[in-house]
């Protein structure tokens, strides 16, 4: 587990040039309304993976209060340069007191976790988010399988865990409590998950 977080870690803070431009497409800016759409003006949120902090500055200009974390430094200064709050830290062990915040959006960064460890990062997302907090998570998908993906163009290739829809969802359900779920077709080899979940 230690090598696929380090390889992780490397590959983002790597890759740093290639993301500091990063676009919202349509379809993520649709999740991100979804989301908003659901949650309170003056909720506090936690970007579970912020990356280059792209989707939490959309948050952040709603007026959404928005803290960001990314196992990769670069990562983390991307967010910065932007103004954004954000922090180096491990989805296994986050760093908030219980019930912080209002919401927990993930997109497309939990699939970096094996699957024989996923319930883990997810207690630790139910221990931060307050009773009645919204979780998003969505990640690509559609399709079973884990390892190292041959064909990535980042170096260290990177380790990741693609559920169908169904088997996602009999684990999420252990954890919390189902509002919505929908599998997105996209114009590429895997699909688009998004679950709308709610701390009990």
């Not at 948050?59 to 670069?74: H, M, N, P, R, Y």
């Given at each position: 587990m230690d090598t696929i977080k380090t390889n992780i870690q490397k590959s983002y803070n790597n890759a740093k040039a290639y993301r500091k431009d990063s676009l919202i497409s349509e379809w993520k800016?649709?999740?991100?309304?979804?989301?908003?759409?659901?949650?309170?003006?003056?909720?506090?949120?936690?970007?579970?993976?912020?990356?280059?902090?792209?989707?939490?500055?959309y948050?952040?200009?709603?007026?959404?209060?928005?803290?960001?974390?990314?196992?990769?430094?670069?990562m983390v200064e991307l967010c910065c340069q932007q103004g954004l709050d954000a922090h180096v830290m491990d989805f296994y062990?986050?760093?908030f007191d219980e019930h912080t915040f209002d919401c927990v959006w993930s997109m497309n960064t939990l699939l970096h976790v094996p699957k024989s460890d996923i319930a883990t990062v997810?207690?630790?997302?139910?221990?931060?988010?307050?009773?009645?907090?919204?979780?998003?998570?969505?990640?690509y998908g559609g399709k079973s399988s884990e390892g190292i993906y041959q064909d990535d163009f980042y170096e260290p290739k990177r380790f990741f865990a693609f559920y169908t829809l169904d088997e996602l969802l009999e684990r999420l359900k252990v954890q919390f409590e189902v509002i919505a779920?929908?599998?997105?077709?996209?114009?590429?080899?895997?699909?688009?998950?998004?679950?709308m979940l709610k701390q009990r």
């Open positions: 800016e649709k999740e991100v309304k979804k989301v908003l759409n659901q949650i309170d003006k003056n909720a506090y949120m936690l970007d579970l993976g912020a990356g280059s902090g792209v989707m939490a500055k948050f952040d200009e709603a007026g959404i209060a928005i803290t960001c974390v990314d196992l990769s430094k670069s062990d986050l760093a997810l207690k630790q997302v139910k221990r931060v988010l307050k009773k009645d907090g919204i979780f998003y998570l969505g990640v779920c929908e599998e997105i077709v996209l114009e590429q080899k895997l699909n688009y998950l998004s679950f």
